[in-house]
Nanobody, 125 residues
Framework: QVQLVESGGGLAQAGGSLRLSCAAS????????MGWFRQAPGKERELVAA?????????YYADSVKGRFTLSRDNAKNTVYLQMNSLKPEDTAVYYC?????????????????WGQGTQVTVSS
């Protein structure tokens, strides 16, 4: 069982930055692939970025955030980070951290086994 707690959301201006953190419980954090999703009002939850287990050498980014967002993991701290730069108003959403028992990058919602409660990110123009 893994419990995930997100933090770092808030209000930012367009062009600004935020860093989201996701702290995980459990001793086997490094064995989980991790992902960040977001859901804007009236829209489907979509994958933003994903990272594989273990050393986290492989990452995936949605086209909409490629070059602006960076996902990383620190297994010693049981934490994954999403650095968000050059924020746009369309990045406004609730951001969710998720963990997958698959060891490789997981790109679909149903591949994830555990979810955090979400953190709101609002980007003003």
């Amino acid at each position: 069982q893994v419990q995930l707690v997100e933090s770092g959301g808030g209000l930012a201006q367009a062009g600004g930055s935020l860093r989201l953190s996701c702290a995980a419980s459990g001793r086997t954090f490094s064995s989980y692939a991790m992902g960040w999703f977001r859901q804007a009002p009236g829209k489907e939850r979509e994958l933003v970025a994903a990272i594989n287990c273990c050393g986290g050498a492989a990452t995936y980014y949605a086209d909409s955030v490629k070059g602006r967002f960076t996902l990383s993991r620190d297994n010693a701290k049981n934490t994954v980070y999403l650095q968000m730069n050059s924020l746009k108003p369309e990045d406004t959403a609730v951001y969710y951290c998720a963990a997958s028992e698959l060891r490789t990058i997981a790109t679909m919602k149903n591949m994830y086994d555990y979810w955090g409660q979400g953190t709101q990110v609002t980007v003003s123009s």
